[in-house]
């Protein structure tokens, strides 16, 4: 009996283990609130930017720390801006710090903006796709801070769709805010932690003063599951929806509706013929699926179906998809013709994990 009781505690030590909750680096203010206490830094913040229920913001200035300015996102800082939206700049009204848009007339933080700061805190929720700008953000910001010797300091949160890496590889040729690193798959498996190391290596060149620091996660694996407190912007309202996105985000560039403006975006998609795909509550299999496309084209207009820029192209990554879409060929060629990169990409992303997989 013996043996058989120490495998049974041991099985309900590892359960317990697995059941603890997953703390943000955002949760960890030891680790980061002692390096701020000059206030002359900023962050990057949106409605995401939480401490349990409470802002970043608002837990910084209840003690004592105050941000020189708050920069934020595409969405705006209370995340209620639609997709594209301009983003202007404004006055926060609870703190009365400035907010500086990097989703209007600038993209990235000017020298300006930086000049009077030592530090830069990071703080938003991706979801792991490429072509979701928050990385795009976080790159810009990377590129000022190094550029102007301040350091900078990402606050990890999970990546909800963090437990695997697929679909088509960026082309230097269609680089754009969709997408700005070459080289990344539409799902990329990393935390916005690991990201931003992965970038904090391939930076040409950096001013004295410029360091990364990433306030990692604790209890937290790649294929944790992990629901976001709240929506990370206004069309991802569900775990659901969350899990389609890498997939449907590419009718973005075509005529078909992902339910903008219907209480289900990215979970209910339809043509103007009539003809829709309710995906509430369908298993979501962990890889990039064509299949939704496949059928959308099947009873769509083809010579309608892709708008007529090249805005599927820059989703995409690569100007073949469309191509290889049109002509009909199969699944298993699509896939085939993303290699060696993706394959090269998965084992380059391991050199910047800070987390097990398993």
């Given at each position: 009996m013996k043996p058989i009781l120490t495998l049974l505690v041991a099985v309900l030590l590892m359960g317990g283990a697995a059941a603890q909750p997953i703390i943000t680096g955002a949760q960890h203010t030891e680790q980061y609130m002692p390096l701020l206490v000059s206030n002359h830094f900023a962050v990057v913040a949106n409605h995401s930017s939480l401490i349990g229920q409470t802002h970043l913001v608002d837990t910084l200035m209840a003690r004592g720390l105050r941000p020189a300015r708050i920069f934020c996102p595409e969405h705006g800082f209370r995340g209620t801006a639609a997709a594209g939206a301009r983003v202007n700049s404004s006055i926060d009204s609870a703190s009365g710090v400035e907010i500086a848009s990097l989703y209007g007339r600038h993209r990235k933080p000017s020298p300006d903006q930086l000049s009077d700061l030592f530090a830069v805190v990071f703080d938003l929720q991706d979801v792991g796709c490429r072509f979701y700008t928050y990385i795009s953000t976080l790159h810009y910001v990377m590129q000022a801070c190094a550029e102007q010797g301040v350091r900078l300091?990402?606050?990890?949160?999970?990546?909800?769709?963090?437990?695997?890496?697929?679909?088509?590889?960026?082309?230097?040729?269609?680089?754009?805010?969709?997408?700005?690193?070459?080289g990344t798959p539409v799902v990329y498996g990393m935390t916005i932690g690991e990201y931003a190391s992965m970038i904090d290596s391939e930076l040409p060149s950096r001013k004295p003063g410029y360091g990364l620091l990433v306030v990692r996660l604790s209890n937290y694996c790649h294929d944790s599951i992990y629901h976001l407190p709240v929506p990370p912007s206004p069309a991802l309202?569900?775990?659901q929806a969350i899990a389609l996105y890498p997939s449907l985000c590419l009718f973005e560039a075509t005529s078909i509706s992902v339910g903008r403006g219907t209480p289900f975006p990215f979970e209910i998609i339809g043509n103007d013929g009539g003809y829709k795909m309710d995906l509430r509550g369908i298993k979501v299999p962990p890889r990039f699926d064509l299949s939704y496309l496949r059928e959308m084209?099947?009873?769509?207009?083809?010579?309608?179906?892709?708008l007529k820029t090249n805005g599927f192209?820059?989703?995409?990554?690569?100007?073949?998809?469309?191509?290889q879409l049109l002509d009909g060929r199969p699944d298993d060629e699509i896939r085939a013709s993303w290699e060696p990169a993706l394959s090269h990409f998965k084992a380059y992303r391991k050199r910047f994990l800070l987390y097990p997989e398993h």
């Open positions: 300091i990402v606050l990890d949160r999970p990546n909800p769709n963090g437990h695997y890496v697929d679909g088509p590889v960026m082309d230097s040729d269609f680089c754009s805010f969709v997408g700005m690193r070459a309202r569900s775990p084209m099947a009873h769509s207009d083809t010579a309608t179906f892709f192209e820059r989703l995409a990554g690569n100007a073949l998809l469309r191509r």
